[in-house]
């Protein structure tokens, strides 16, 4: 079945530090691929996505690039705020059309920024 | 802002008692989904929808019902709480001919 396997946290940084989180994925065929962000206390935002290979996603600074060739979608920014600080989750979801629509979420990395 | 709203938000609930959770959607979405989330467990599949009267189980359905009776309202019962369910849920939807899934801001539950 499909799977996420995602960097393990936590991961500290000092503010303007580049961040890179790891995420590499096995599924059939070509899934669109997905970053989330959860801030503390809230639900899972959208951050970026990508949905065929070689595409990048991008949004408030981070970039994320699919790569077929590796089974990748790695998270990075180049210059990371305070504000950043959250919850990131690497996510597919398969190209299948019908009831299989799921989500397959990697286990989440923690992010912690220091100013 | 995806239109989604969960009610509760926050509830707390006795052992043995019925609890239901629901999540409305202004958006006309074909598929919704329940997932929760626990320390260590990341974010696990409930029960998912896609379409009215349309439901299907997840990774972890046991102890859980849903109903759809129409697009914008899927609901999530917990029969006879238990404090293993004790955790945060959150609803999601996304389109059919999209590519994105979009989530609730959860509903805190506490099973005493």
């Known amino acids: 079945g499909d799977s996420v396997t995602q960097m393990e946290g936590p991961v500290t940084l000092s503010e303007e530090a580049f961040l890179t989180i790891n995420c590499t994925y096995t599924a059939t065929g070509y899934p669109s691929l997905f970053w989330y962000v959860q801030y503390p206390g809230e639900g899972l935002q959208l951050l970026l996505k990508?949905?065929?290979?070689?595409d990048k996603g991008s949004n408030k600074g981070f970039e994320a690039t699919y790569r077929k060739e590796t089974t990748s979608f790695h998270l990075e920014k180049g210059s990371v705020q305070v504000s950043d600080s959250a919850v990131y989750f690497c996510a597919l979801l398969p190209l299948s059309s019908g009831s299989a629509r799921q989500l397959t979420f990697g286990s989440g990395t923690q992010l912690t920024v220091l100013p | 802002d995806a239109g989604i709203t969960q009610s509760p938000r926050h509830k707390v609930t006795e052992t043995g008692t019925p609890v239901t959770l629901r999540c409305h959607q202004t958006e006309n979405h074909r598929y919704m989904y329940w997932y929760r989330q626990d320390p260590g467990h990341g974010l696990r599949l409930i029960h998912y929808?896609?379409?009215?009267?349309?439901?299907d189980k997840g990774e972890v359905s046991d102890g859980y019902s849903v109903s759809r009776s129409k697009t914008e309202d899927f609901l999530l019962t917990l029969e006879s709480a238990t404090s293993s369910q004790t955790s945060v849920y959150f609803c999601a939807i996304g389109h059919s001919s999209g590519n994105t899934i979009y989530f609730g801001e959860g509903s805190w539950l506490t099973v005493v």
């Open positions: 929808s896609y379409g009215v009267k349309d439901t």
């Open positions: 990508a949905t065929k290979a070689d």
